[in-house]
């Protein structure tokens, strides 16, 4: 089986700078999905910050960072082992479905001050 890569991109952000806009709910409804947000509310502005750096390095990935969708139509959710998963929805589905993306796999890690993502799309 041969694998294709459509897409990498990554992001760094620091966690800071996420701790000061979460707490608007206007941004966080503007940002973060219902399921995102109660992650953020149980895990705090590093987790909030990793999972921004994640829907930035998916919209890289995709080709066109965040034009024809929004921030929410990248959602991570995570597994019962606590794997990031990517659902594209909307905007982000299409632009998905236009490249022939089979899976998009990310990587998110945060360290005091910043958190970072890495997406690999084939």
Same mark, same amino acid.
């Given at each position: 089986m041969r694998v294709s890569i459509k897409g990498i991109g990554c992001d760094i952000v620091s966690i800071s700078r996420i701790a000061k806009v979460i707490v608007d709910q206007k941004?966080?409804?503007k940002v973060y999905t219902v399921y995102e947000q109660d992650y953020i509310y149980q895990k705090g502005a590093q987790t909030a910050a990793g999972l921004w750096a994640a829907k930035e390095a998916v919209s890289?990935?995709? /080709?066109? /960072?965040?034009v024809g969708f929004t921030a929410k139509d990248i959602e991570i959710r995570h597994?019962?082992? /606590?794997?990031? +998963? *990517?659902?594209?929805?909307n905007g982000a589905k299409t632009?998905?479905?236009l490249i022939d993306v089979k899976t998009v796999y990310i990587s *998110?890690?945060?360290?005091?001050? +910043?958190?970072?993502a890495f997406a690999v799309i084939e």
């Open positions: 941004f966080l409804d890289k990935a995709l /080709g066109t /960072g965040f597994n019962e082992s /606590g794997t990031p +998963q *990517i659902m594209l929805y632009k998905a479905e *998110i890690s945060h360290e005091k001050e +910043q958190a970072m």
